[in-house]
C-alpha cells in the first residue's frame, strides 16, 4: 500500500506547540540553573556557583544520597518481584486468586499516593518498625514493581510464543526454555522496567514523606521544603543535576536494550 | 500435554513472591486505615486508641472493638471543609482532565498522521520530559509563574499587560501544573489507538463527500474511544488525589482532599481523620478505579 503523509498544517502546529509545552520549562530551568545572579529572573551572566553552593550544602548531599540508595535498591527488588509478577500473569495461564492478583497490580498504578502513603506507614506503625531508609524502600518496591510488571508484561505479550515452545519441543525443560530464550527476549523490557523504578523512586515525594522517619529525608522531601519557601538558585542547579542524572541512565539504558535486542523492535512503552 | 501447558505450572510458582508482597504492603494496609478510620484521637504513641493488643486476652481485645466508632465519618460529612474538600477534588479534576482531553487529543492525532519512522521519534520526545522528575516540572513552573517570572517579563514586554499578572497561588497556575504533569498519560493511550486506526476509514468517508470535520466526528474520534477513556481514567483518578500541584501552585483558601488529609495527618496528627479521609476518597475512585483495572487488564492480556 502506498503511504502518502497525511500531515496537516494543523497537525504540524499541534505538534510543534505541545512538544515546545512540555520541553521550554525544563530548559528555562536548566538555563538559569548557570545564572550568576542571585535574584533567579535576573540574567547575571554564566556561571557555576550554584553548582559550587549545592555540593557544600551538607543536608542535601545526605538527603541525595539517601535518595540514590533508596532508588537503587528499591528498582532492583521491584524489576525481580515485578518480572515475576509479569511472567506469573502472561504464562501462568488460569491459577487460584488471578484477578485479585492483577487488580493489586494495576490499582496502585492510579491509586493517589496520599492512600498508598498513609495504609504503608499505618502498617509500619502497627509493626512497630523503626521508620528509614528500609521504609522507604519497601513502599517505593511496593509502587514501582507494578509498573514494571505492565512493562514486562506487555513485551512477553507481544512474544511469538513458539520459540519457547520450540525450545521445550527440543528437549529444555521449562525453566531452562526460560532462561535460555524467554529472558534474553524480554531483556529490554526489564531493563527498561528497572530505569522507570529508579527514576520513580528518585521522583517520589508524597510516599517517601510518610513512610520515613525523623532524620532521613529524601532528595524530594529536602526540595519540597526549600521551594515552599520560595525559589532559590541552588535548587535549579540541583534539579539540573537530578535531570542529568536521568538522562544519563536513559542513554546507557536505551544503548543496553539495543545490543540486546538485535531484532531492532522497540523496548516496552512508557 | 502441550508445551504451553507444561510451561505454565512453573510460571504459576513465579506469582508467589510478587503475590504475598502486593498482599503485605498493599492489601493489609488498608485494613490499618479502615481500623484507624475507626478510632479516636489520642495524645499517645501511636497517635489514636484503641490500641489493639493480641498479647491482653479476650476481654481486652472486645473493648477495644467496642470503643470503635464511626464518628470519624460523621464529622467528614457534616463539616464543610471536608465536604467542600471533595466537592473541589471532583471539580479540579472534571475540569483537568477536559483541558488534557482538548490539548492532548491534537498533539496525539498530529503524531499518528507522521510517517511511521518520525512516529517512534515523537513517542520519545513525548516519554522523556515524563521521566524527569515531577516536583521538578512543578518547580520549573514557579520560576517562570512567580511575580517577576519570565512569562510576565515576556507579557510586559510585548505590552499585553502593564503591570505583573498574579500567576502562582491561583487556579489557573494549578490547572498549567497538572495539564503540564499528566500530558503524556492522556498522549500515549490516545497515540496507541489513532496509530492503529486503519486510514483508509477516513478516506473513504471523504471520497463519500464528508467534510472534515464530519470525518473526524463520525469516523475518527468514535474510533478512538478506548483511547479516550484510558487516557481519561489514567489522568482523572490519580488528580482527585493529587497533593503537590495544588499545594505549590494553588492558593491555600480551598483545599482539594489530597491537601486535606495531608494537614491532618502532618500538622494536625489526626490520623484517624486523616484515614477516614483516605477511605473516603477511595470509595469515591472505586467506581473508575474497576473501570481503569478492567481496560487495563484487557489491554495487556487478550493480546495488542
Not at chain 1, 500500500?1 to 525544563?26: D, H
Not at chain 1, 518481584?81 to 509479569?86: F, K, N, S, V, Y
Not at chain 1, 512497630?128 to 511496593?142: L, P
Not at chain 2, 495531608?262 to 490520623?271: S, Y
Request: net charge neutral; charged share 10%; hydrophobic share 55%.
Amino acid at each position: 500500500m502506498r503511504k502518502v503523509s497525511r500531515l496537516s498544517r494543523f497537525n504540524v502546529a499541534s505538534l510543534a506547540l505541545g512538544l515546545a509545552f512540555l520541553y521550554l520549562p525544563i530548559l528555562i530551568l536548566v538555563i538559569y540553573s548557570f545564572n550568576a545572579s542571585r535574584l533567579v529572573t535576573v540574567w547575571g551572566g554564566w556561571s557555576l556557583r550554584w553548582y559550587h553552593e549545592f555540593f557544600n550544602d551538607r543536608a542535601m548531599i545526605e538527603a541525595a544520597w539517601m535518595s540514590l540508595r533508596v532508588a537503587v535498591s528499591s528498582a532492583t527488588i521491584a524489576t525481580l518481584i515485578g518480572t515475576l509478577a509479569a511472567v506469573a500473569l502472561s504464562r501462568g495461564e488460569r491459577f487460584r486468586g488471578r484477578t485479585l492478583f492483577s487488580g493489586m497490580l494495576y490499582a496502585p498504578l492510579v491509586m493517589p499516593e496520599v492512600i498508598t502513603g498513609l495504609s504503608l506507614l499505618l502498617l509500619f506503625v502497627a509493626l512497630n518498625a523503626e521508620r528509614g531508609f528500609w521504609t522507604v524502600t519497601i513502599a517505593h518496591t511496593t509502587l514501582t514493581m507494578c509498573f514494571v510488571a505492565v512493562v514486562v508484561q506487555s513485551r512477553l505479550g507481544s512474544l511469538d510464543r513458539s520459540l519457547e515452545e520450540a525450545a521445550m519441543d527440543l528437549g529444555c525443560d521449562p525453566m531452562r526454555a526460560f532462561v535460555a530464550v524467554t529472558l534474553p527476549l524480554i531483556a529490554p523490557a526489564i531493563v527498561a522496567g528497572w530505569m522507570l523504578a529508579f527514576t520513580l523512586s528518585l521522583d517520589d515525594l508524597v510516599i517517601a514523606s510518610f513512610t520515613t522517619g525523623p532524620g532521613s529525608a529524601t532528595l524530594p522531601i529536602r526540595i519540597y521544603s526549600e521551594v515552599r519557601l520560595g525559589v532559590k538558585p541552588e535548587i535549579n542547579a540541583i534539579c539540573t543535576l537530578v535531570i542529568a542524572l536521568i538522562a544519563v541512565v536513559i542513554v546507557i539504558a536505551s544503548l543496553a536494550s539495543k545490543l540486546s535486542s538485535s531484532q531492532g523492535e522497540s523496548a516496552a512503552p512508557l | 500435554m502441550s508445551a504451553r501447558r507444561i510451561f505454565a505450572r512453573p510460571a504459576r510458582l513465579a506469582a508467589i513472591a510478587p503475590y504475598v508482597w502486593m498482599v503485605l504492603f498493599f492489601l493489609v494496609p488498608f485494613g490499618f486505615v479502615l481500623k484507624i478510620s475507626l478510632s479516636q484521637t489520642a495524645i499517645a504513641q501511636p497517635p489514636y486508641e484503641p490500641v489493639f493488643d493480641l498479647m491482653a486476652g479476650w476481654g481486652a481485645l472486645k473493648a477495644a472493638f467496642a470503643a470503635l466508632s464511626i464518628d470519624n465519618f460523621k464529622l467528614l460529612a457534616s463539616d464543610d471543609i471536608y465536604v467542600f474538600a471533595y466537592v473541589r477534588s471532583l471539580i479540579v479534576a472534571v475540569t483537568a482532565t477536559a483541558l488534557l482531553l482538548l490539548i492532548g487529543y491534537p498533539i496525539a492525532y498530529g503524531m499518528a498522521r507522521l510517517p511511521a519512522r518520525w512516529q517512534a521519534v515523537a513517542m520519545v520526545l513525548v516519554i522523556v520530559p515524563f521521566w524527569t522528575s515531577f516536583l521538578i516540572r512543578i518547580y520549573a513552573w514557579i520560576n517562570i509563574l512567580q511575580h517577576d517570572g519570565l512569562l510576565n517579563q515576556i507579557l510586559l514586554a510585548l505590552h499585553l499587560v502593564s503591570q505583573p499578572v498574579v500567576w502562582l497561588s491561583t487556579d489557573s497556575a494549578m490547572y498549567i501544573g497538572i495539564v503540564y504533569s499528566y500530558l503524556p498519560f492522556m498522549i500515549l493511550p490516545l497515540y496507541a489507538t489513532l496509530a492503529k486506526m486503519e486510514p483508509v476509514l477516513e478516506e473513504a468517508a471523504s471520497d463519500l463527500g464528508a467534510p472534515r470535520w464530519q470525518v473526524f466526528w463520525l469516523v475518527t474520534f468514535p474510533l478512538s474511544l478506548p483511547g479516550v477513556g484510558a487516557g481519561v481514567l489514567l489522568c482523572f483518578i490519580p488528580i482527585v488525589g493529587e497533593f503537590v500541584i495544588p499545594d505549590l501552585l494553588a492558593g491555600s483558601n480551598s483545599l482539594m482532599i489530597g491537601q486535606t488529609l495531608w494537614l491532618e495527618f502532618f500538622t494536625n496528627k489526626d490520623w484517624p481523620v486523616a484515614s477516614a479521609a483516605a477511605i473516603v476518597l477511595l470509595v469515591v475512585l472505586l467506581v473508575p478505579l474497576l473501570l481503569y483495572e478492567r481496560l487495563q487488564k484487557r489491554q495487556l492480556e487478550q493480546g495488542r
